[in-house]
């Protein structure tokens, strides 16, 4: 598949097939993962690969009741929660350099490298921001001075999804100034 291809026809999967995941194949999505940037090559991500059924449901305790993954959470075969360690990324010698968390940018850099990675394999994911991340944390164990950024559910989509509508480049892109 062209990168264009999988970057188009990536979606958010939120219903997942009972079919298990072959061997290696997480690994190899987040060998696709570790690749991403990062900030001064510090690579502040880690990645907590859940399996258990009560450890996804116990994080599906910790979301938004509203979020509509829940139930993706809950059936997908494999979980991956993506954490970044706080004081690495936009830090020089023990000091941040700015205001900015970059330890976000760096996980997301790393998420979009695996759910992309995924879709080429024919699986789903769905970015899961909305949650109580000292209570995520805690379901997986995360030490002080790290924190819980997203997670994802992974698994074969049952069905398929259709593109949401996009803006026109001309609502988007601007030269030179706003």
Known sequence: MEISEVIKGRRSVRKYAAQPLEDGVVEELLDAARWAPSWANLQCTRFIVVRDKSTKERLVEAMSPRNPARNAVAGAPVVVVFVGK????????????????????????????????????????VIVGSFDYGKAGEIVNVPEGYQVVAFTPLGYPEGESKAPPRKEMSELVFHEKM
């Open 86 to 125: 706080i004081d690495a990324s936009g830090h020089k010698d023990g000091r941040p350099v700015d205001d900015k968390a970059w330890y976000m940018f760096d996980v997301g850099l790393a998420m979009q490298n695996f759910c992309l990675a995924g879709h080429a394999k024919g699986l789903g994911t």
